[in-house]
C-alpha cells in the first residue's frame, strides 16, 4: 500500500509539473497587470480604463485581468514611469507632456496649433506616424498602447477675456512646468508663472496670477470657475493622456494575449471620446449656471501667426518634432 501510495505521489508530482511547464512554455496563465493612473473614479479617462479592464478579459477568457488603482495610489506619473519601466507596474495613463524626457518626438504634442480642429487631431492620433512613435520607447522600458481625448486648452481669466494675442500684455498666466508652455505665453505677449495645479484656485484669488489654461473641466472640478470668470476658446494645445504598457510585461504575454490588449485599448478610446464630449458639456453648463463664467469666442489666426515662429524653431531644434508635424500637417 505504502509502495502504491508513493508512486501516486509522484506521478501527481510529475503531472503538475508537466502541466505547469505546459503552461510556462505557452505563457497561457493567468496574468493580472497592474494599471496605475492619477486621476478618481468619477473621471472619464477612469471609465474607459474600466471598459478597457473588462474588454481585456472577455477578449482573453480570462487570461489576463487588469487591476486599476486610481487616484495617485502608487505615486505620481513620474515615479510611476520608473516602477512601469522595471514591471513593477505594468500599465498607467500619462499625459504626453510627461513622455518629453524619455522621446523627444513627443514634444509635438505640447506644441500650439499643431491640430486644426478636434476632427484633424483625432486623425493625426490615428496615424502611423503616431503608432511608430508609440514603439520608439520600447528599448526605454515602454511602448504607447493609444491615447484619450483631454480636450481642448485655452486662457481662463478673472477680471478680463483674451480675445487676441494683445489681450494678454501684462497678464500673469500659470503655465505647467515645461518649456513649451512657457515659450507659448511668451510668443502670445503674457507672463508665464509656473505653479502646481494645486496651487491655482488660491493664486488667482490673491492675484499672484491672473488666469490659466486648461479645458472646461477646470472651472468645476477645480472650482477656478469661482474665481476666474472669463473662459476664452482660443483652444491653443490639444495634449493627449497615452495609455502606456511596460516593455517587460508586454514581452511576456503571448501574441493572442497582446492582439487582444491592444483591441481593448482601441476601443477604449473610442468610447472615451463620447465620455470626454459628455463631460465637457456639463462642466460647461455647471460652470454658466452655477459659477457664473462668461464662454468667448475667438478668432484663432492672430494666436496662430504669433507662435508661428515658434513652432519653427522646436521643428528645427527636434528632427522627429518636424517628422510628425509635417505628417499632421498631411492630414489637414
Not at 455647471?286 to 501667426?305: I, M, Q, S, W, Y
Not at 510628425?324 to 492630414?331: E, Q, S
Amino acid at each position: 500500500m505504502k509502495k502504491v501510495l508513493a508512486l501516486l505521489v509522484i506521478v501527481s508530482v510529475l503531472f503538475t509539473g508537466l502541466v505547469a511547464c505546459s503552461n510556462e512554455g505557452t505563457k497561457e496563465k493567468t496574468v493580472t497587470l497592474k494599471l496605475a493612473h492619477n486621476l478618481n473614479e468619477q473621471h472619464s479617462v477612469h471609465l474607459a480604463l474600466s471598459e478597457f479592464a473588462k474588454s481585456v478579459e472577455d477578449k482573453t477568457n480570462g487570461e489576463v485581468k487588469v487591476q486599476i488603482f486610481p487616484n495617485g495610489q502608487l505615486g505620481g506619473e513620474s515615479e510611476v514611469l520608473e516602477q512601469l519601466k522595471v514591471g513593477a507596474v505594468a500599465m498607467t495613463k500619462v499625459s504626453a507632456a510627461a513622455l518629453t524626457t524619455y522621446d523627444e518626438g513627443y514634444n509635438a504634442f505640447t506644441l500650439p496649433y499643431v491640430f486644426v480642429d478636434e476632427d484633424h487631431y483625432f486623425k493625426s492620433m490615428d496615424s502611423d506616424a503616431v503608432k511608430t512613435l508609440y514603439n520608439d520607447t520600447k528599448e526605454k522600458g515602454f511602448i504607447g498602447l493609444t491615447f484619450y481625448n483631454s480636450g481642448a486648452r485655452s486662457f481662463y481669466t478673472v477680471d478680463k477675456p483674451i480675445l487676441k494675442p494683445e489681450d494678454l500684455k501684462g497678464v500673469k498666466i500659470r503655465v505647467m512646468g515645461f518649456q513649451s508652455q512657457t515659450d507659448m505665453v511668451k510668443a502670445l505677449g503674457g507672463t508665464p508663472v509656473g505653479l502646481p495645479y494645486g496651487e491655482v484656485y488660491t493664486s488667482l484669488q490673491s492675484g499672484v496670477i491672473n488666469g490659466a489654461e486648461s479645458n472646461e473641466t477646470a472651472l468645476t472640478n477645480g472650482k477656478h470657475g469661482e474665481v476666474a470668470k472669463h473662459f476664452s476658446y482660443d483652444e491653443h494645445t490639444r495634449i493627449p493622456d497615452i495609455l502606456v504598457l511596460s516593455t517587460k510585461v508586454w514581452d511576456d504575454l503571448t501574441k493572442e494575449q497582446q492582439t487582444a490588449v491592444k483591441e481593448a485599448a482601441s476601443e477604449s478610446t473610442t468610447s472615451h471620446r463620447t465620455l470626454w464630449s459628455e463631460a465637457i458639456e456639463e462642466a460647461k453648463k455647471d460652470a454658466e449656471e452655477n459659477l457664473g463664467v462668461t464662454f468667448h469666442e475667438v478668432d484663432k489666426a492672430p494666436f496662430r501667426e504669433a507662435v508661428a515662429p515658434m513652432l519653427e524653431k522646436y521643428s528645427n531644434d527636434m528632427p522627429k518634432v518636424k517628422n510628425l508635424l509635417d505628417a499632421f500637417k498631411g492630414l489637414e
